[in-house]
């Protein structure tokens, strides 16, 4: 049974910084992906990274323009994990961040549907 587990969300104030995690089981990360959902809004791309080679090769990340330059996807293949560190927080980034992963190379990893498995998602909220 595959299960995505979240942590790190949080409240911080605007310009402050949080680090979500994903740990995956029964899973193989080939993709990991952060995606966040806004009351009121639809389920958005953040941020991705896959890798086309052995689990150990150097990821392509991959980032929606607004968070550029601010936050940062990676991943540990020992841990199977996939962590998004978060700087610079701005209020509009307020949100449920999901965690996604995919078994496999997703050429398009900004699409939510093609992702297998999905975190319960953690709240991050950012004062201003």
């Known amino acids: 049974q595959v299960q995505l587990v979240e942590s790190g969300g949080g409240l911080v104030q605007a310009g402050g910084s949080l680090r979500l995690s994903c740990a995956a089981s029964?899973?193989?990360?080939?993709?990991g992906g952060w995606f966040r959902q806004a009351p009121g809004k639809e389920r958005d791309f953040v941020a991705a990274i896959t890798w086309s080679r052995s689990r150990w090769s150097v990821g392509k990340t991959y980032y929606t323009d607004s968070v550029k330059g601010r936050f940062t996807i990676s991943r540990d293949p020992v841990k199977n994990t996939v962590t998004l560190q978060m700087n610079s927080l701005k209020p509009e980034d307020t949100a449920v961040y999901y965690c996604a992963a995919a078994p496999n190379y997703l050429s398009d990893p900004t699409s939510a549907d093609k992702y297998d498995y999905w975190g319960q998602g953690t709240q991050a909220t950012v004062s201003s």
């Open positions: 029964g899973l193989t990360f080939g993709t």
